[in-house]
């Protein structure tokens, strides 16, 4: 088939790679606009632009899917079908309709739960055992449309958004080329969603990235966790911002058992040469890395060390 493949962050990169090498034909990219990067701010082309120019392949880069230009453009390419992988704006029905196929797409969920721009951040949160990806025909509708395919991936205890995100995206690129074959053949059929089951996963914020130490310790450690890389976990220090790496629970920590069950108000701080222990609504956590305003992250030993840090200090405070 013919394809016109949509995508925009590092994540729809395997998914590109992975059609370039099967036996469809990838006739061009759509992608974000290039857009401000780094200290400079410098405008930067996108991960899928970077792999699509190293690929020689033609890039669409419209400043919406409604512009008339690219409507025109993507109708002379007579795509067969446009598989999409966090292309990052939604898609119109005039554009819809074009590909014979319609528009695919790889989202990181087992859908209908996790709809939404968030879907591994909020499995992670939540903690979801079991998560997935699911490929579905695109309508106007957020994540609505009806599926072709899913695979499954269980969530590791130690799992950060950005490890199983990693991993559903490898995953997830061989489903969509199956999808791709199945849809060539003729011998995949598209089932409407159930109706139960529905749950939402909207963008994160930074605030709602903020730790909350009066939570039970499992719960502070998936939301850590879940806001890893992005937005970042925080907490504040001293009246300044204090970035939270994830946890070490007490069955992973190397401090000693009595420390962890040795009570701690929330947010209060045991510091000692090893570690440094903060309270939570339950039991006490061990810090991973943190960091300080302005500096790289480092072990929080090291940075109880450097800032003279003493048992009894409060994050949060």
């Known amino acids: ?46 991960p899928v632009k970077q792999t699509a120019l190293e690929h020689g392949l033609l890039v669409l880069t419209p400043p919406t899917p409604r512009d008339p230009e690219f409507l025109d453009r993507l109708g002379g390419l007579a795509p067969d079908c446009c598989p999409v992988v966090a292309y990052g704006a939604l898609v119109p029905r005039v554009a819809l309709d074009i590909p014979a196929h319609g528009w695919v797409n790889l989202h990181f969920s087992l859908l209908p739960a996790w709809r939404g721009a968030a879907p591994v951040q909020r499995a992670v949160m939540a903690g979801d055992a079991v998560t997935g990806a699911t490929t579905f025909l695109l309508e106007e509708g957020l994540d609505t449309g009806p599926v072709l395919g899913t695979l499954t991936e269980p969530v590791r205890p130690d799992d950060t958004a950005g490890t199983l995100l990693d991993r559903l995206a490898h995953a997830g690129a061989g489903l969509l080329v199956a999808t791709m074959d199945g849809l060539e053949a003729g011998d995949l059929r598209a089932v409407p969603q159930p109706s139960e089951g529905v749950s939402h996963a909207p963008k994160l914020t930074t605030d709602e990235a903020r730790v909350r130490w009066s939570l039970p310790a499992h719960v502070v450690d998936r939301h850590v966790r879940g806001c890893t890389p992005a937005p970042g976990a925080w907490t504040t220090f001293r009246g300044e911002r204090l970035k939270i790496g994830p946890l070490r629970m007490p069955t992973t920590s190397a401090v000693r058992e009595e420390d962890h069950l040795a009570p701690l108000e929330p947010g209060v701080l045991r510091v000692d040469k090893r570690a440094v222990l903060v309270g939570t609504g339950s039991a006490p956590v061990e810090l991973g890395e943190v960091g300080p305003h302005g500096r790289k992250a480092m072990t929080a030993a090291d940075w109880a060390r450097g800032a003279r840090i003493t048992s009894g200090e409060h994050l949060d405070a």
């Not at 493949?5 to 006739?27: D, I, K, M």
Request: charged content about 15%; hydrophobic content about 50%.
């Open 1 to 46: 088939m013919r394809l016109v493949v949509a995508g925009t962050p590092a994540t729809a990169v395997p998914s590109l790679r992975a059609l370039l090498a099967s036996r469809h034909e990838v006739v061009a990219v759509v992608t974000r606009p290039d857009a401000p990067a780094g200290r400079g701010r410098a405008l930067a082309p996108s």
